[in-house]
């Protein structure tokens, strides 16, 4: 099995940061990209940004200049460092993972069970 745990959310005031943390566990071969979404009451999924094993990065159009996504392949770990946060930030934070458990194996998606973050102006 493969879990994804994420960590780091929480309450902030509008133009503070928080860095979000995401572990990547179990049966893994390897782990190509790693990426960040979320999900605003009453809005659909989105994605923030995403990494690629290689650490070629992308970010949404709205989180460009602010937010920075990196990764540390030998922990499998991502990281979300989000700065000057706004109240429209306010989302559950999901990290994805694709990942191959063994080297004969597929390469799957799989998701964490996401952390709050709530910005309050």
């Known amino acids: 099995q493969v879990q994804l745990v994420e960590s780091g959310g929480g309450l902030v005031q509008a133009g503070a940061s928080l860095r979000l943390s995401c572990v990547s566990s179990?049966?893994?071969?390897?782990?190509?990209?790693m990426g960040w979404y979320r999900q605003a009451p009453g809005k659909q999924r989105e994605l923030v940004a995403d990494?690629?094993?290689?650490?070629?990065?992308d970010y949404a159009d709205s989180v460009k200049g602010r937010f920075t996504i990196s990764r540390d392949n030998a922990r499998n770990t991502v990281y979300l460092q989000m700065n000057s946060l706004q109240p429209e930030d306010t989302a559950v934070y999901y990290c994805?993972?694709?990942?191959?458990?063994?080297?004969?194996?597929?390469?799957?998606?799989?998701w964490g069970k996401g952390t709050l973050v709530t910005v309050s102006s």
């Open positions: 994805n993972a694709n990942i191959k458990r063994t080297p004969w194996g597929s390469r799957d998606d799989y």
């Open positions: 179990g049966t893994i071969f390897s782990i190509n990209a």
């Open positions: 990494i690629t094993s290689g650490g070629s990065s």
